[in-house]
Every structure is written in C-alpha cells, then in structure tokens.
C-alpha cells in the first residue's frame, strides 16, 4: 500500500501535504509550475506502476480462467494477446490522461511489483497452486487499487496548479511571451 508521509522526503509525500496547493495566488509563476511539474511526474510513475499490476492481474486472471476452462494453450503461449486485451480498456471513462513524461523509477516500481508476491512465480504460472494464484491476484488488486486511489489525488492536485496557471493567463498576470523569454533565457521583458 502505498502510504504518505506527513513531513516526509518523497516526491508523494511532498505533493500531497496539504499545504502543496494552499495559497497558490501567493506564489510566483514560476514555483505554481514547478510543483505543477513535480505533481506530474508523480502521476506518471504512478500510471506507469498500475500498468505493471495491470499486467500481473491480466496474467494470473487469465491462468485461472485457462484452468476454469480446461485451456491447453498456456499463458506464455497467449502472453501479447492477454497484455493487449485491455488496450484502451479496463480504466472507468476519463480516469486517464495523455503522459508526455516517461516514468523517473521504472525500475524501482518494477521491484517493488515482484516483491509484492514474490514474482519470479509468475514465469511458470501454471506450475503455482490454485491458492498461490488467489493469493497473487487479491495481493495485486489490493495494491492496485492503492494506487489508483493516490493516482486520482495526485490528478486533483495537478488540476489545481494547472487551474490556477490558467487563472493568471486569464487575468492577465502572466503571458506566453513571459513564457517564452523565459524558456530562452531571454530578461524579463
């Protein structure tokens, strides 16, 4: 489960103290966008782990329903055609968002989903117990469901900077030339 620390040092942990989008008015453009880009990057890594529980879920679903069925073609047989199935599915409508950023600890998360259930079971699934199979998915889904809860917090936090970038383009106290001289590393015009 993926917990936050108050006062703690993570990336999460900074993005979702209370205090990360308390007086956004009061905070120059530039420190709204840069939480706003941390906040993110949070969310992609976070996208990124539920695609891997995704995966595991998607794989021992399918060896429990090949036993239901009495399937002779085993889950490495059919390993694209079960990680495709959910292509453009399984997230309710309008949970996901386009990412343009590629996820900061790939690998990390990667760890952290084998260790969940000792993962290097699940190379030969067909050869786990039923009970290990059950075992593996309410673990998986378990975590899963974690961090889709933290996924859609960081998004509401991500909406704020962003909502609030929006006002002051709105109200006229910023400007895409400001942007852009700036990006440049042109002075303050």
Do not use: C, F, W
Not at 85 to 105: K, V, W, Y
Not at 137 to 151: G, I, N
């Amino acid at each position: 489960m993926i917990e936050v620390r108050p006062g703690g040092r993570r990336r999460i942990d900074r993005v979702l103290a209370p205090d990360y989008v308390r007086d956004l008015s009061q905070l120059d453009l530039t420190e709204v966008r840069n939480r706003r880009d941390d906040a993110a990057q949070e969310e992609t890594d976070l996208s990124y782990l539920r695609r891997l529980l995704h995966g595991r879920i998607d794989i021992v679903r399918a060896e429990q329903k090949r036993r239901r069925e009495g399937g002779s073609s085993s889950v490495v047989e059919r390993l694209a055609e079960i990680l495709a199935g959910n292509i453009g599915g399984g997230a309710p409508s309008g949970a996901g968002r386009h990412q343009t950023l590629e996820p900061s600890r790939a690998e990390a998360h990667r760890r952290h989903v084998e260790a969940l259930v000792s993962d290097a079971d699940l190379s030969d699934v067909a050869s786990l117990p039923d009970e290990r199979l059950d075992l593996a998915l309410r673990t998986y889904v378990a975590e899963e469901e974690s961090v889709s809860q933290r996924r859609r917090e960081v998004q509401q936090v991500v909406d704020a900077l962003n909502d609030e970038i929006g006002a002051r383009y709105k109200a006229g106290s910023a400007s895409v030339d400001t942007l852009l001289a700036a990006e440049r590393g042109d002075e303050a015009s």
